[in-house]
């Protein structure tokens, strides 16, 4: 996934100039030892001072990193290592060290005291630091820290380099993907709005592209023989050109892209066919393709992909799954209710590699429905990537701007469960624990959308963890039994 940052960490250790400095450079040392991952950046400078800091972010820029960890190996100074984080142009994870090191006399960092002031001066200068849940440890713990702050930081640095790029406006009937533009700034997130008529004259210049038989070929090895259309592939290879393209040539002074476009009803009859295939072929390579112009989706699908270095996709919350198919499937063999379940569906976006082997390229019955002669063979209403999605554990996710401008967002762990949908587009059966509460009292209660993100791993802690970072203040969550919501009728 080229569309996604590399996180090159960077570890600074401080030391209050009253304690050893030996405490801090030694503990810094042990958790370079300790750490298993990749690119953590040991910076020699150890700060005691405000020019010590400057030397340290200097020295840790040059070596290209984009994340910092600022270790308090004792006590620490309030006011440099606070500074830190404003003249490191990138996410920073304050952690302190615990005691253990034999010496309770001279050997006593106090760096569990630390943290205190420390946080504490973050919050009086307005600077933005994460901090674990529990930010005191062994170089062991510590380097356990690190590994989960790397997915936070690469969804953080993304976010904060990301321009999303939208064709048309939200079809007529799906108000409920606007949203004020308001919270992309807030985030950092710069976007481009465009017509669909821009789309449509780049795409016709594309025609005859020269890279077109090439990606002909590789869309049907990745689909195999009798699961696609082959007249359609030269035209599907030709938009997913014009996508690329399009993007290399609008980003700008941003690393990243993500796509917001209009699906329907007049483009597949003015392109020739339906566009979820191309859009799933790109998610899989972390440009997200959100549907009928869903930014704030887009923009989840692109913090997904950030946090699982994976491909992600964008469901409909879609219906619920009928009482003979929990009774034949589920009951007794899985421990949810029927209200825990649902399906989760979209005409054909979901990336081919996220789906059972039953999956194949057809056409969008819907939009045949409304868009083609009754009784009609499908003709441009062809494009789509349909079959049961995979089991796998998932987290079904959503940032949103509401219509009051406020940034919102909810996080539900659960799982595709291997059950026969019996059903049509790309689809599964979701269970998460307590969907009918989460769905009444977090979905509806708060207004979301019908469109949520799927990332096919539990992250939730690191999700919540950048939301958290990049300033999001309502992170809604499915609340277990016994927990209720604040809508939540007691006595019901």
């Known amino acids: 996934m080229n569309n996604i940052p590399v996180?090159?960490?960077?570890?600074?250790?401080?030391?209050?100039?009253?304690?050893?400095?030996?405490?801090?450079?030694?503990?810094?040392?042990?958790?370079?030892?300790?750490?298993?991952?990749?690119?953590?950046?040991?910076?020699?400078?150890?700060?005691?001072?405000?020019?010590?800091?400057?030397?340290?972010?200097?020295?840790?820029?040059?070596?290209?990193?984009?994340?910092?960890?600022?270790?308090?190996?004792?006590?620490?100074?309030?006011t440099p290592e606070t500074l830190i984080a404003k003249y490191f142009d990138g996410p920073c994870m304050f952690v302190a060290a615990a005691e253990g090191d034999g010496d309770m006399i001279n050997g006593r960092g106090d760096a569990y005291c630390g943290m205190l002031n420390c946080s504490y001066n973050l919050g009086m200068r307005h600077l933005d630091g994460y901090i674990p849940e529990y930010p005191v440890g062994t170089a062991e713990d510590i380097a356990g820290m690190i590994?989960?702050?790397?997915?936070?930081?690469?969804?953080?640095?993304?976010?904060?380099?990301?321009?999303?790029?939208?064709?048309g406006p939200r079809p007529q009937d799906f108000f409920a993907c606007n949203a004020p533009i308001k919270g992309l700034y807030e985030l950092g997130v710069e976007i481009e709005e465009n017509s669909e008529l821009d789309?449509?004259?780049?795409?016709?210049?594309?025609?005859?592209?020269?890279?077109?038989?090439?990606?002909?070929?590789?869309?049907?090895?990745?689909?195999?023989?009798?699961?696609?259309?082959?007249?359609?592939?030269?035209?599907?290879?030709?938009?997913?050109?014009?996508?690329?393209?399009?993007?290399?040539?609008?980003?700008?002074?941003?690393?990243?892209?993500?796509?917001?476009?209009?699906?329907?009803?007049?483009?597949?009859s003015q392109f020739g066919f339906e566009p979820c295939y191309v859009n799933s072929r790109l998610a899989s390579r972390g440009i997200p393709v959100?549907?009928?112009?869903?930014?704030?989706?887009?923009?989840s699908e692109y913090i997904g992909a950030c946090v699982t270095?994976?491909?992600?996709?964008?469901?409909?919350?879609?219906?619920?799954?009928?009482?003979?198919?929990?009774?034949?499937?589920?009951?007794?063999?899985?421990?949810?209710?029927?209200?825990?379940?649902f399906m989760g569906f979209h005409c054909g976006n979901t990336p081919e590699c996220?789906?059972?082997?039953n999956r194949a390229i057809k056409y969008q019955?819907?939009?045949?429905?409304?868009?083609?002669?009754?009784?009609?063979?499908?003709?441009?209403?062809?494009?789509?990537?349909?079959?049961?999605?995979?089991?796998?554990?998932?987290?079904?996710?959503?940032?949103?701007?509401?219509?009051?401008?406020?940034l919102r967002s909810y996080i539900a762990e659960g799982e595709v469960l291997p059950v026969a949908?019996?059903?049509?587009?790309?689809?599964?059966?979701?269970?998460?624990?307590?969907?009918?509460?989460?769905?009444?009292?977090?979905?509806?209660?708060?207004?979301?959308?019908?469109?949520?993100?799927?990332?096919?791993a539990h992250v939730g802690k690191a999700l919540f963890a950048a939301f958290k970072f990049l300033g999001v203040k309502d992170v809604a969550f499915n609340q277990p039994k016994g927990m209720l919501y604040p809508s939540e009728n007691p006595f019901a």
């Not at 910076?43 to 040059?62: G, I, N, Q, R, Y």
């Not at 409909?316 to 825990?340: A, F, R």
Request: aromatic content about 10%; some cysteine.
């Open 7 to 78: 996180v090159k960490l960077g570890l600074i250790a401080v030391s209050r100039d009253c304690f050893p400095i030996t405490l801090s450079n030694q503990r810094r040392k042990n958790i370079v030892a300790a750490y298993r991952g990749e690119d953590l950046y040991e910076c020699p400078v150890t700060v005691e001072s405000e020019k010590d800091m400057l030397a340290a972010v200097e020295d840790v820029k040059k070596a290209g990193c984009n994340a910092l960890v600022v270790f308090l190996g004792n006590f620490g100074p309030e």
């Open 365 to 406: 019955l819907i939009q045949h429905r409304l868009l083609e002669p009754a009784g009609s063979d499908p003709d441009f209403t062809r494009g789509t990537l349909e079959g049961d999605i995979a089991p796998s554990e998932i987290t079904f996710y959503r940032l949103q701007c509401d219509s009051e401008g406020n």
């Open 421 to 456: 949908t019996r059903s049509f587009g790309g689809i599964g059966v979701f269970a998460i624990p307590e969907m009918g509460r989460f769905y009444r009292h977090v979905l509806i209660q708060k207004r979301y959308p019908h469109h949520g993100a799927v990332a096919f």
């Open 290 to 299: 959100s549907c009928e112009v869903d930014i704030y989706g887009a923009l």
């Open 309 to 341: 270095a994976d491909a992600v996709t964008l469901l409909d919350i879609n219906n619920s799954v009928p009482q003979y198919i929990y009774d034949e499937d589920i009951k007794g063999k899985y421990d949810y209710k029927l209200t825990d379940t």
């Open 147 to 167: 590994a989960d702050f790397v997915p936070v930081a690469r969804a953080v640095i993304g976010v904060r380099n990301l321009k999303i790029i939208t064709f």
């Open 354 to 357: 996220k789906m059972c082997s």
């Open 199 to 268: 789309l449509l004259v780049s795409f016709k210049e594309h025609e005859n592209d020269p890279r077109i038989p090439a990606l002909c070929k590789e869309m049907a090895e990745e689909m195999g023989e009798g699961a696609y259309y082959e007249e359609l592939n030269a035209r599907m290879a030709q938009f997913e050109l014009t996508l690329l393209d399009w993007a290399e040539a609008h980003k700008g002074a941003r690393k990243y892209v993500a796509f917001a476009d209009k699906c329907w009803p007049a483009f597949p």
